[in-house]
């Protein structure tokens, strides 16, 4: 499938422009505390909305995605470049840009190799578990901006701990600054949904910091915005940094995409849309390398900028691209203004955005179902303890651990005939179902590998041990696909050990590749066949007579 199927954008509508309108409000502070979050300079954020935008806009699938910087990205970003860029911001604004165009190039990649199909890579459980245990690190490391506190570190336990023994320096106007925007910001997100929250809220700082203004009672502005220095780069880096780089591009790519992936196809899913992930790869791939270029932030498909365009009624792409038009007027007109922003406001907005994925609600099912808590609580308390980077790292780790382990625990089922039909079930399941003396049949319940070839064919000798006097053993392999060289290797074992006792073997339900290069192998005294476990018996019975 050609990656450009469906590049068709459409003709906008009244309710796109709505949408782009209704999105301007929300995306332009989130930009900028976004961009706080990543320790970049605030016109980084507003780069990589524009960038995101447009190229999703123009290139993407999706009718209600929104690409732009988002806050596990940022905090992946500040996580990856802190300790390298030793604080100068120059460094700091090179390495960021290395970061982010590598992982556009890994996104080119994985589009021009046709990887969507890998968008699955984090489980649900690993995301949701580390973006709640995210938003709880981003939250922490936005009080002292809240108290006007100067801390050291950001590990946020050593955060709260050094906060709470300077309660009493925390500043009082800039408290309440903050606790009054929060206030407004869940008020107006609660009861008027319709309106722009995020802007409204910011709008008023900006106008309190001119007004009283808030600078004379220590409340401070984000500072100077300027897009002078913004234009087309490649940074100068040298081949170890660019290495090092890409290590921290690739964990970039995990989350950004599973998150970015999550988010497309659930809102597909709710409206019947096909979904393309390819070509996705490539419009994030695109929007990565442009932002990287003009020195902002990575981006991705936030759910909470998704949903917010599918409920202001987004019925084509156009709704992001007059966004982006949107926000660059009023990015022309009032930017001197948008750095007047009190710093707790900004601090608010951030809390605010995040706080959606602070809920208990999306992790309980998890805990009802009694599958994958060890998951979640793994991703959460590896967010908290060991940081954004190291932590999603663990989480990755865990998960794939554990499906392994799963895999390699599989069961061994023994099969009987059910009554009279030619179905053949488990007999853990129906201990009735009927089971011939001379014929043991059997079905690994997960697919053959390296990790659990052995321990399965040991579980066969078991079987076979306790049932004594079985004469053909009908091996059903339809769990597995393909066979690695550990797999050949223990069906060579298990086909001579069985024609040394004078038994033989069929396996049944081979699919091709699995067929084939057991043909290669030659197993003594062994039958193999794509056919049915009820066939496979029929010809069991033949050899047995």
Not at 148 to 165: E, K, R, Y
Not at 367 to 385: G, K, N
């Amino acid at each position: 499938m050609s990656l450009w199927r469906n590049q068709s954008i459409g003709r906008p509508t009244g309710q796109d422009a709505l949408a782009g309108l209704s999105l301007a409000g929300l995306l332009l502070p989130e930009a900028v505390a976004y961009a706080g979050i990543g320790n970049m300079p605030p016109q980084a954020g507003m780069v990589a909305l524009f960038a995101g935008l447009v190229a999703y806009g123009l290139l993407g699938c999706s009718r209600f995605a929104i690409v732009s910087a988002t806050s596990s990205s940022a905090a992946l970003l500040a996580a990856a470049v802190g300790t390298m860029s030793l604080g100068h911001l120059d460094w700091r604004m090179s390495l960021s840009a290395g970061i982010v165009g590598l992982a556009g190039a890994m996104f080119l990649l994985g589009a021009v190799a046709r990887l969507g199909a890998a968008s699955a890579f984090v489980a649900k459980p690993v995301l949701r578990g580390y973006t709640f245990g995210l938003a709880t690190v981003i939250i922490i490391r936005q009080l002292p901006s809240w108290l006007a506190v100067p801390t050291v570190g950001s590990d946020p336990l050593s955060v709260l701990t050094q906060l709470v023994a300077v309660r009493s320096q925390w500043h009082g106007p800039s408290l309440a600054v903050g606790s009054l925007a929060l206030a407004a910001l869940f008020g107006l997100g609660r009861h008027l949904r319709w309106l722009p929250a995020g802007l409204l809220v910011m709008v008023a700082g900006i106008a309190a910091q001119e007004l009283i203004p808030l600078s004379k009672l220590g409340v401070h502005g984000v500072g100077s915005i300027t897009f002078a220095q913004v234009s087309p780069n490649v940074p100068d880096l040298v081949w170890a940094q660019w290495l090092r780089l890409g290590e921290l591009a690739f964990a970039m790519v995990l989350i950004l995409y599973a998150e970015s992936y999550s988010s497309i196809r659930s809102l597909a899913l709710r409206h019947g849309d096909a979904v393309f992930p390819d070509r996705d790869l490539l419009a994030l791939g695109v929007a990565n390398v442009l932002s990287s270029l003009f020195q902002g932030m990575p981006v991705g498909a936030g759910y909470s900028a998704s949903a917010a365009n599918e409920a202001a009624g987004a019925q084509t792409r156009w709704a992001g691209l007059l966004a982006a038009a949107t926000v660059g007027l009023l990015v022309w007109l009032f930017l001197p203004w948008v750095a007047s922003t009190p710093v707790p406001v900004l601090a608010a907005v951030v809390i605010w955005a995040v706080s959606h994925t602070l809920r208990l609600e999306t992790l309980r099912p998890y805990f009802v179902w009694q599958r994958d808590r060890l998951l979640v609580c793994a991703a959460v308390l590896s967010v908290l303890v060991l940081g954004v980077l190291d932590g999603l790292l663990l989480s990755v780790g865990v998960s794939l651990f554990l499906t392994l382990k799963g895999l390699t625990d599989a069961r061994l089922a023994v099969l009987g005939r059910l009554k009279e039909t030619h179905d053949f079930v488990d007999l853990a399941v129906y201990p009735q179902a009927h089971v011939d003396p001379d014929i043991l049949v059997v079905r690994p319940e997960a697919p053959l590998f390296f990790w659990n070839a052995e321990r399965l064919m040991t579980l066969l000798q078991r079987q076979l041990a306790q049932r004594g006097g079985v004469k053909v053993v009908v091996l059903s392999l339809e769990e597995s696909p393909d066979l690695d060289g550990s797999c050949v290797e223990a069906m060579r074992e298990l086909s001579l050990n069985l024609a040394h006792s004078g038994q033989r073997l069929i396996i049944a339900r081979l699919k091709s590749k699995a067929y084939v290069v057991l043909q290669r192998a030659g197993l003594a005294g062994t039958t193999l066949t794509v056919l049915s476990i009820d066939e496979a018996v029929v010809l069991a019975k033949q050899q047995v007579q």
